[in-house]
């Protein structure tokens, strides 16, 4: 996804806890999987607090398993303090 990358950090983790989804499954759905889609952090941005934003949204959907895959998808060589 590459549009995170264009975009004030802050403004992307504000979407990523923000977007209303609860009620509506086909929302819900997309949206995790947006947030499971690799994508380019923001230009400049703290990358472990979109990560972690990323992981914490799947985990307050319930979607642990998603969670988990995500974690696996992250390069532990990336340089990123996440864990």
Same mark, same amino acid.
């Given at each position: 996804?590459? =549009?995170?990358?264009?975009?004030?950090?802050?403004?992307?983790? /504000? !979407? %990523? +806890? +923000?977007?209303?989804?609860? +009620?509506?499954?086909? !929302? *819900? %759905? &997309? =949206?995790?999987?947006? /947030?499971?889609?690799? &994508? #380019?952090?923001?230009? @400049? +941005? $703290?990358?472990?607090?979109?990560? /972690? #934003? *990323?992981?914490? *949204?799947? %985990? $307050?959907?319930?979607?642990?398993?998603?969670? &988990? /895959? &995500?974690?696996?998808?992250? $390069?532990? @060589?990336?340089?990123? $303090?996440? =864990?």
């Amino acid at each position: 996804m590459i =549009f995170f990358a264009n975009n004030d950090p802050k403004d992307v983790i /504000l !979407m %990523i +806890s +923000s977007v209303p989804v609860q +009620s509506n499954v086909t !929302m *819900r %759905i &997309l =949206f995790y999987s947006l /947030l499971l889609t690799e &994508l #380019a952090p923001p230009v @400049g +941005s $703290d990358v472990a607090a979109c990560h /972690l #934003a *990323r992981i914490g *949204r799947l %985990i $307050d959907g319930g979607t642990v398993e998603s969670a &988990l /895959l &995500l974690i696996e998808q992250l $390069d532990p @060589g990336s340089g990123s $303090d996440v =864990f």
